[in-house]
């Protein structure tokens, strides 16, 4: 994918954030809730400590990022 994208990693980091964008925008538009995982990501005091080596795909601690997101939207949203 780095390849693909000229190793340019903002170029990368542009068009994700392109489409989070579009995806919240749906989101919001429609009034679906959101799993914002991008969000906590760049929240997170060392974003690139969440990544594994390819700057791509999260890392054990990045998955536990994802998890937390995961939980907190689950009791935000489903009842029981």
Not at 9 to 34: H, M, T
């Amino acid at each position: 994918i780095m390849r693909w994208m000229q190793n340019d990693p903002e170029r990368l980091a542009s068009l994700q954030k392109s489409y989070s964008d579009a995806v919240k925008g749906i989101s919001c538009n429609r009034e679906v809730p959101l799993l914002d995982i991008r969000s906590a990501f760049e929240d997170y005091s060392r974003p690139e400590s969440l990544l594994c080596s390819d700057g791509i795909h999260p890392n054990l601690k990045g998955q536990r990022v994802i998890r937390d997101c995961f939980q907190a939207f689950i009791s935000d949203y489903l009842t029981f």
